[in-house]
């Protein structure tokens, strides 16, 4: 995909013990950068951060088509960078939709876990709020207030 998109995924496994993913992420591809919100979810608890990273397009010998590889960090002040502990290393298809990955958060490392794909209706919701609030930040006043709810977005479906 080209532009400006979003694209929303679930990380982990229900089954298992350790911590499972929610990440709302925008894909600026001519800057190759990932700016969105994780969500951890862990034996019942929750906790949100902001996170931002980069990408590429990569090849790999004997595989079927391009992949992406993504890496992603917690977008915090370095004092509670450094309390957070979390990066992400994600390997993803070239149309974005699926794949595998690795995260640390906290104490945890959790390796080779499914990357799914979460359904477009709650990314629209998330991804048009995330929008808003980005030009918010970036004009300083409340301008994405004036976004209609069905503005036109790019999503990964």
Known sequence: MTGLFFVSYILGDPAAIGPMLQLNLSVDSHNHSIRGHCLVMQQGTQSGLPVTGSFEAISIPNATGKLVAVELEADLPAAD??????????????????????????????????????????????????????????YGRAFGAYLPAAFDLNFVE
């Open 81 to 138: 960078a450094l309390k957070t502990e979390f990066n992400l290393h994600m390997l993803v298809t070239a149309d974005w939709k699926d794949g595998n990955a690795s995260f640390r958060f906290q104490h945890h490392v959790i390796p080779d876990v499914p990357v799914l794909l979460e359904p477009t209706r709650q990314l629209k919701q998330a991804a048009l709020g995330q929008l808003q609030e980005y030009l918010r930040c970036t």
